[in-house]
């Protein structure tokens, strides 16, 4: 739970945003393709080429997407690594009462 809450948030953001955004935005000049770059990355490193059902894969890549692209612009806008960590913790943070719930719940 440590690692998915807490460490995971901060090592993606630190690369997708620290490292990625910040070499994008200094090729192109482009913040819009910066944060598209870092997000489509981003997105791509959650998914899983194992999955079996399809249509599920694809609605957590473009949920992925969606997350992405909020820590994306947050970074851009705010010029902090701090509000996409927090984005993306309280994220998890709900993945995983979501997750509690419905296995309590048998759905």
Known sequence: V????????IYEEILCRGVIFRLSLNCTKS???AIAISTIIFAIFHIDIS????HQE???TTVMLC?????GISYYKTNSIIDPIG????W????IVA???FSIIGT
């Not at 440590?2 to 948030?9: D, H, Q």
């Open 51 to 54: 999955a079996q059902v399809f």
């Open 67 to 71: 997350l992405g692209l909020s820590c």
């Open 92 to 95: 998890n943070s709900l993945m």
């Open 58 to 60: 694809f609605m957590k």
């Open 2 to 9: 440590i690692i998915s809450l807490i460490l995971s948030p």
């Open 31 to 33: 913040a819009i393709v």
């Open 87 to 90: 984005i993306h913790i309280i």
């Open 99 to 101: 997750n509690i719930i």
